[in-house]
């Protein structure tokens, strides 16, 4: 295959290739598992799932088979050896940099255009959807405390993904909730100025950013 004919890959393509390198999967599959295990770190469209294992079959970095259950024809995919060199290779370059959305915090910064109240509802709306995805993630990990889940084998680098995503939630909703308890005592959201709460979080965030500070793991 010539390189003309190569599509241009995506950090999607990567993560559907990382998926071929656990077992064959489903187009139908393969979306579902994106859902379920990718969903935070990696979200996508439904449609952009469906098309892009297509891509790799191109790039000759997965290979298609079509297997028919009843009348209905499914296209099932695999890794080939190609595929798993370039996941090697990928794997061995620099991420790209985090993007974290939160529109909370964008209402935040434009608190001042409204009222307290507005922003309270804001923030407690944020650290409810937090408290509820904590809620929704315990049937999950129980399984693989009391299983493993479908796959044992991987529960090393599970473990590490919840326990992240389960620190990110809490601070969510230990942040949000504090902050809005903050707005609440606010008559509006202009002219509150810096109290000592309000300067306790910039001095903190302060300590943190120093590269003195014992707590902050640097190479």
């Known amino acids: 295959m010539t390189a003309s004919r190569t599509p241009r890959l995506t950090t999607t393509s990567y993560a559907l290739l990382g998926l071929l390198a656990i077992r064959p999967w489903t187009a139908y599959e393969l979306t579902q598992q994106m859902q379920r295990s990718l969903h935070y770190l990696w979200p996508r469209s439904e449609s952009l799932l ?3 294992p297509k891509k790799l079959v191109d790039a000759g970095l997965a290979r298609v088979t079509v297997q028919h259950r009843g009348d209905r024809p499914r296209s099932l995919y695999r890794i080939t050896a ?5 996941l ?11 993007v974290l959305e939160l529109e ?3 209402r935040v910064i434009y608190a001042d255009q409204g009222a307290p109240d ?3 509802r804001s923030l407690r709306s944020a650290a409810a959807w937090a408290d509820s995805e904590l809620a929704r993630a315990r049937p999950q990990i129980e399984t693989y405390l009391d299983t493993g889940g479908p796959f044992p084998e991987r529960l090393h680098l599970i473990a590490l993904l ?6 990110l939630f809490d601070l969510i909703r230990r942040f949000f909730t504090e902050a ?8 509006a959201t202009t002219g509150v ?8 979080m910039l001095e903190r965030t302060l300590r943190l950013s120093d590269p003195e500070n014992p707590s902050v793991s640097r190479s």
Do not use: C, I, K
């Not at 100025?193 to 306790?200: F, I, N, V």
């Open 104 to 106: 909370a915090m964008l």
């Open 180 to 187: 809005a308890d903050l707005a609440d005592t606010w008559d």
């Open 118 to 120: 507005q922003l309270a």
């Open 50 to 52: 469906y098309t892009e």
């Open 193 to 200: 100025g810096l109290d000592a709460e309000l300067r306790g």
């Open 88 to 98: 090697e290779a990928w794997l061995d370059t620099e991420p790209a940099p985090p």
């Open 162 to 167: 919840v326990g992240f995503y389960g620190e």
């Open 82 to 86: 190609s595929g798993r060199r370039a």
